[in-house]
C-alpha cells in the first residue's frame, strides 16, 4: 500500500537545523511531488513547499525561502526537508504528503508527522 | 496575498446534516480541496477538486464550490465525524494556501 514514513522526533536549539526525512512506498516516488506542510501546537495547517521527485526542482512558501531546503534521493525513493536558523516559533508538527497529480496541488497520502522542538 | 476564511466551530446533531463553509475572493474560479483531522493524527484527504471524493470516503461527504463560497457538506453526521476539517486551494500569488480550520462538534 501506499505509504510515507517519516523520521522520528529532533529536539533542537535555537539557531541549529533540523533534516527531516520521508520515505515513500508503494508507488513510483519520482512520478509525484512531495509536499511539506507544519502544524504549531494548537494551531491550523501550514504550507512550506514542494519538490518534484523527478526533476528535483522545488517551490518554497516565501515565508521559509532562505531557510528551508527540500531535497530527494530517488535511489531510495526518500525526501528530506531541512529548516535552518531554527527558533523557537518552528516547534511544530512536520508533515510530508504527497501531492495526487500533477499540479492539482491536493495532497491525497500523508506521512504520520516528525515532531520538532525548539527548545534552549 | 490569497486567504481563506472558515468558522472556528460548527455543531451538528447526531444524523443531521453539517456544512462548513470555505470564503474566498472568487474561490469558485480555484479547485478547492478539504481535509478531516482528528487530534494526534494527520489530515486525511476527504474532497479534492471541489467534489470528488477519494476512494474511501462515504458518500456522506460533498462538496461544491460557487462564487465568494466553498462548502463541504456532512450528511448523517456521526460521532466520528468530530474533528478538524481544512479547506485548500492554490493561487499564483500564493501557491498553497489553507483556511484556518473549523472544529465540528457532534452533539
Known amino acids: 500500500q501506499v505509504q510515507l514514513v517519516q523520521s522520528g522526533a529532533e529536539v533542537k536549539k535555537p539557531g541549529a537545523s533540523v533534516k527531516v526525512s520521508c520515505k515513500a512506498s508503494g508507488y513510483t516516488f519520482t512520478g509525484y511531488y512531495m509536499h511539506w506542510v507544519r502544524q504549531a501546537p494548537g494551531q491550523g495547517l501550514e504550507w512550506m513547499g514542494r519538490i518534484n521527485p523527478n526533476s528535483g526542482g522545488t517551490n518554497y512558501a516565501q515565508k521559509f525561502q532562505g531557510r528551508v531546503t527540500m531535497t530527494r534521493d530517488t535511489s531510495i525513493s526518500t525526501a528530506y526537508m531541512e529548516l535552518s536558523r531554527l527558533r523557537s516559533d518552528d516547534t511544530a508538527v512536520y508533515y510530508c504528503?504527497?501531492?495526487?497529480?500533477?499540479?492539482?496541488?491536493?495532497?491525497?497520502?500523508w506521512g504520520k508527522g516528525t515532531t520538532v522542538t525548539v527548545s534552549s | 496575498s490569497y486567504e481563506l476564511t472558515q468558522p472556528l466551530s460548527v455543531s451538528v446533531a447526531l444524523g443531521q446534516t453539517a456544512r462548513i463553509t470555505c470564503g474566498g475572493n472568487?474561490?469558485?474560479?480555484?479547485?478547492v480541496h478539504w481535509y478531516q483531522q482528528k487530534p494526534g493524527q494527520a489530515p486525511v484527504l476527504v474532497i479534492y477538486?471541489?467534489?470528488n471524493r477519494p476512494s474511501g470516503i462515504p458518500e456522506r461527504f460533498s462538496g461544491s464550490n460557487s462564487g465568494n463560497t466553498a462548502t463541504l457538506t456532512i450528511s448523517r453526521a456521526q460521532a466520528g465525524d468530530e474533528a478538524d476539517y481544512y479547506c485548500q486551494v492554490w493561487d499564483s500569488s500564493t501557491d498553497v494556501v489553507f483556511g484556518g480550520g473549523t472544529k465540528l462538534t457532534v452533539l
Open positions: 504528503a504527497r501531492e495526487g497529480g500533477p499540479d492539482y496541488y491536493y495532497m491525497d497520502v
Open positions: 472568487n474561490i469558485g474560479s480555484k479547485n
Open positions: 477538486r471541489d467534489s
